[in-house]
């Protein structure tokens, strides 16, 4: 249990933690870019940030799905608050994968054919779903740790 709680505890870390520093840091400080390097330098950074996010869902998951099977002997030996993380941590790879597999991809697209206007409208998508995972990913958090308290 102390290496499934480690794993998903980092791998949680590393995917809000870097939403949060995408939407309060890089976001505001990537205003003063014209366009053209604005929506570069998110390209950018999102392909590098969009592994990580994909390793921590395989390794929320594996771990996850571990500690309640193994650890906990099952569902029906987990608390509300398992039940309600679980279902936002799905809602927000849920969300991801249509970040990853849409407007990401549109950006791109449009990136490549140097149009700037539909690159712009992708990013804008962009980070209304980032800023809701965000929340969602707060929510998770303070479910996680604290919920048991309330149960």
Do not use: C, K
Not at 57 to 69: D, T
Not at 103 to 111: E, W
């Amino acid at each position: 249990m102390p290496i499934a709680i480690t794993i998903h505890i980092l791998a949680a870390v590393i995917w809000v933690g870097g939403m949060f520093f995408a939407y309060m840091v890089l976001r505001p400080a990537a205003l003063d870019l014209a366009p053209p390097q604005r929506l570069s330098l998110w390209s950018r950074t999102f392909a590098r940030f969009f592994p990580w996010v994909w390793v921590a869902v395989v390794l929320l998951l594996l771990s996850g799905y571990w500690m309640i099977l193994f650890a906990f002997n099952g569902f029906a030996n987990v608390g509300l608050y398992i039940h309600i993380m679980q279902a936002i941590g799905i809602l927000m790879m849920l969300i991801f994968l249509h970040v990853f597999f849409a407007p990401y991809r549109r950006l791109n697209r449009a990136l490549a054919a140097a149009d700037f206007e539909t690159a712009a409208n992708a990013l804008n998508q962009i980070r209304i779903l980032i800023a809701i995972n965000l929340i969602l990913g707060l929510i998770t958090i303070l479910v996680g740790t604290a919920g048991a308290y309330f149960a």
